[in-house]
DNA sequence: GTGAAAGCGCTAACAT
DNA sequence: ATGTTAGCGCTTTCAC
């Protein structure tokens, strides 16, 4: 048996019709007699035939393939991203290529650029905090590449952005503090250069302020969202003389390293204090006590984003589609918060 | 200016040579003049060109994209391989393609064919459970397809596999156990259907009774290295009649589930129960008390593993590097394991 | 040491 | 509604 495989000359061969016409059904081009059609995707199936994606990318300058873009050391996430992406990749016949980098290095926007170049890569989507970086976004667009970013902050046009509605969230989170009868309440930040981190914190603080509860200024720590950084604002969160009950971390990892200074403390939680992180890492399952969280939608927005980017690639015509950007995260409650115990 | 991507004619015509030389400079193949080389090569710097990924693998039949092919819910795992992978396959103008897919899925094999088809992918690297499959290899091979699995156990020829020594690891693990003091032990082993369970299993087992210490059927739990299974088969551990001073699970993910059993049963950990897992998961660290586990260095094999498939298709004349593929796990002594309390 | 020319498998003007 | 014919940008046999 011969193994070669089958090419778009053997299915318009063995079917009696010329390739154009084959490629036509392959593509959905052109109209096509019903009877024909019929046959030919007989012979596609017979034969089974797929298209080769090379020559097909080469005639077409497409390449069938996705770019994912992004510096994030939550592997969690991106996993969760990688699949929610290839939910509809596989289905639309394309695939995705992976492509860390270093959001701060001198040469990131060139890096990506040539990756997107020497693969053909036919679109790309971004994460954070990659996906903040507002030099790469034009260089994208002005080289007239394909991207949706991936974001928490609404900072492009709707076609080429999916947001996740931070603020929202986090003013859940403040609301669910409160009404637990919280005012001594605290925040360890995310790295201040990030716009996410920035929208958490002020989303937090005025919704606290609007309930009359002021976050004071000493009682706001920068963190790194790494463990360790979370060590380290813990500590100073929690040997402060005027002690707060609650904390908010900006990430679940740096929730779990408030759990483990406060046991070290003989502080218990949630009884003496109530922790909350953002994510709904796995961590925050596992962990004792489990983390009270903020739960983002993370597979479904990158089903999105794909689906906006596959879309803008395929210019369906119609305008891509850009009333449809914003997923709202929600509370996620556990343990690790509770009211104040009576004295 | 025109933004069009330079193509070998242009660096052709520029040099003023032909096509066919400004090719063999770019693969190395056949003899070129010195002065001739480095005109071209000045040329193609000034130009910035890069050769398009797909008219080369029209061509010549390759792709430069490497699969990787998994269906593992440990993302943590799958994070670290990726990079390993890429750390080589950017270096040797590769780039990476995902590839999930249902292990137990009657139409697995099929569907990762295709996968490798319609992409023309070079060579694939098979993460555990999948690069277990007997039948996935085979065909594979028959396809004449490249590929490299990572596995506990070896079995297959050297050079399209890479192996972690788990059960030295493992052997290392009994020792520790015994040498706290334990003798009342128990295992939460993986999937039975896995080699790689099966291979942990044994092998501490064995090592156990070499040191005269028998592992009781009755404490020999079958578990799926999920968290929700680590709780049913911890319960069932320890509410035995004759409840076992230590557990060793399979993973990470059920020893974390074994320290929420024992919290429940009021079983201080490590002073009442002591508790190992397998991985070094970010859970391992960040969980109280922390697990005493085994490190597989992931990240390395990965990148032995991109080593080989690259060496493979590219063929490099000499023999593909077959003394080099197993790896050896270690011990990471934290928290969660001690000698036994003197009561 | 170097070049001319024929494809790789597909798409897309341009007929018919 | 279908076929003809050129390429896409590169590699590669075969001459020179």
């Given at each position: 048996?011969?193994?070669?495989?089958?090419?778009?000359?053997?299915?318009?061969?063995?079917?009696?019709?010329?390739?154009?016409?084959?490629?036509?059904v392959?593509?959905g081009?052109?109209?096509?007699?019903?009877?024909?059609?019929?046959?030919?995707?007989e012979?596609?199936?017979?034969?089974?035939f797929?298209p080769?994606k090379?020559?097909?990318?080469?005639?077409?300058?497409?390449?069938?393939l996705?770019?994912?873009?992004?510096?994030?050391?939550?592997?969690?996430?991106?996993?969760?991203?990688?699949?929610?992406?290839?939910?509809?990749?596989?289905?639309?016949?394309?695939?995705?290529?992976?492509?860390?980098?270093?959001?701060?290095?001198?040469?990131?926007?060139?890096?990506?650029?040539?990756?997107?170049?020497?693969?053909?890569?036919?679109?790309?989507i971004?994460?954070?905090?990659v996906?903040?970086?507002?030099?790469?976004?034009m260089?994208?667009?002005?080289?007239?590449?394909h991207?949706?970013?991936?974001?928490?902050?609404?900072?492009?046009d709707?076609?080429?952005?999916?947001v996740?509605?931070?603020?929202a969230?986090v003013r859940?989170?403040?609301?669910?503090?409160?009404?637990?009868?919280?005012?001594e309440?605290?925040?360890?930040?995310?790295?201040m250069?990030?716009?996410?981190?920035?929208?958490?914190?002020?989303?937090f603080k005025?919704?606290?302020?609007?309930?009359?509860?002021?976050?004071d200024?000493?009682?706001?720590?920068?963190?790194?969202?790494?463990?360790?950084?979370?060590?380290?604002?813990?500590?100073?969160?929690?040997?402060?003389?005027n002690?707060?009950?609650?904390i908010?971390?900006?990430?679940?990892e740096?929730?779990?390293?408030?759990?483990?200074?406060?046991?070290?403390?003989?502080?218990?939680?949630?009884?003496?204090?109530?922790?909350?992180?953002?994510?709904?890492?796995?961590?925050?399952?596992?962990?004792?006590?489990?983390?009270?969280?903020?739960?983002?939608?993370?597979?479904?927005?990158?089903?999105?984003?794909?689906?906006?980017?596959?879309?803008?690639?395929?210019q369906?015509?119609?305008?891509?589609?850009?009333?449809?950007?914003?997923?709202?995260?929600?509370?996620i409650?556990?343990?690790?918060?509770?009211?104040?115990?009576?004295?």
């Open positions: 048996m011969s193994d070669r495989k089958p090419t778009i000359n053997d299915v318009a061969r063995e079917a009696g019709v010329s390739k154009r016409t084959v490629s036509r392959l593509n081009s052109g109209s096509v007699g019903e009877k024909t059609r019929a046959e030919i995707q012979v596609i199936a017979r034969l089974n797929s080769d090379q020559a097909r990318g080469l005639a077409s300058s497409r390449s069938y996705l770019g994912l873009i992004y510096d994030n050391p939550d592997a969690l996430y991106i996993d969760q991203v990688q699949r929610g992406v290839l939910d509809l990749c596989t289905q639309k016949g394309y695939e995705l290529v992976v492509h860390p980098c270093q959001y701060k290095a001198a040469d990131m926007v060139e890096d990506c650029l040539q990756f997107i170049r020497r693969s053909q890569i036919d679109g790309v971004i994460l954070p905090p996906s903040e970086s507002r030099d790469l976004a260089a994208l667009r002005e080289a007239g590449h991207y949706v970013r991936m974001a928490s902050v609404d900072f492009d709707h076609a080429s952005i999916v996740s509605d931070d603020r969230a859940e989170m403040a609301r669910y503090f409160l009404s637990l009868g919280h005012t309440i605290a925040m360890i930040t995310g790295p250069g990030y716009h996410s981190s920035n929208e958490r914190l002020l989303g005025d919704s606290l302020a609007e309930q009359g509860v002021i976050l200024e000493s009682r706001i720590v920068e963190g790194q969202n790494t463990y360790d950084s979370g060590l380290a604002s813990a500590r100073k969160l929690l040997n402060l003389p002690r707060p009950t609650a908010f971390a900006n990430n679940d740096m929730a779990a390293a408030v759990l483990r200074v406060a046991r070290t403390l003989d502080i218990d939680v949630p009884t003496e204090l109530s922790v909350a992180g953002f994510d709904d890492n796995m961590l925050a399952s596992r962990i004792m006590p489990s983390l009270t969280t903020i739960q983002r939608p993370v597979r479904a927005m990158a089903t999105l984003a794909a689906e906006k980017i596959i879309q803008a690639i395929e369906t015509g119609k305008d891509v589609n850009s009333d449809d950007f914003l997923v709202k995260p929600h509370l409650i556990r343990e690790s918060a509770a009211p104040l115990k009576a004295r």
